[in-house]
C-alpha cells in the first residue's frame, strides 16, 4: 500500500478532534477505505507520531489510534495551516525528494517562520 501523507495529516486532526481518548474503535474519512486508515493510524505509531494497538484478526490487519503524542501534536501544529501544508509539500517534491515524515519535520518549520515573518 501507498502511503499518504494527506491521510496521516487528517487522522492527526480527527484524533484531536475527537478530545483525550484511550481508544478509537474507528476513524472513518470520506475517500479511504478501513484498510487504508489502519495502515496509516500504523505508519503514525511507528513514526511516533500516536500510540496505537494492533487488533489484527485473520481476517486483515485492524490498528486503532488511543492518542496522539507530544511529537504527533507538534507535527500536527506545524502542518495545521492548508496554505503552509501544501508549500511543504510542493517544495519537498519540486526539490525531487521524497515526502516523509522526517523531510516535512525539516521544511514545514521554515514555512511556518516564513509565515510568522521572522
Not at 36 to 46: E, G, K, V
Not at 68 to 92: P, Q, V, Y
Amino acid at each position: 500500500m501507498q502511503r499518504d501523507m494527506d491521510l496521516c495529516r487528517k487522522i492527526l486532526l480527527e484524533i484531536e478532534d475527537a478530545g483525550f481518548a484511550n481508544y478509537f474503535s474507528r476513524i472513518d474519512i470520506d475517500g479511504y477505505t478501513q484498510e487504508q486508515i489502519h495502515y496509516h493510524i500504523w505508519l503514525l505509531h511507528s513514526a511516533g507520531l500516536i500510540d496505537a494497538f494492533d487488533s489484527s484478526t485473520t481476517e486483515g490487519p485492524k490498528w486503532h489510534a488511543r492518542k496522539m503524542t507530544m511529537a504527533g501534536h507538534e507535527f500536527l501544529e506545524m502542518s495545521r495551516n492548508d496554505t503552509t501544508w501544501g508549500k511543504a509539500k510542493n517544495f519537498i517534491i519540486e526539490k525531487g525528494q521524497t515526502l516523509t515524515i522526517e523531510a516535512l519535520k525539516i521544511v514545514l518549520p521554515v514555512f511556518v517562520k516564513q509565515a510568522l515573518g521572522v
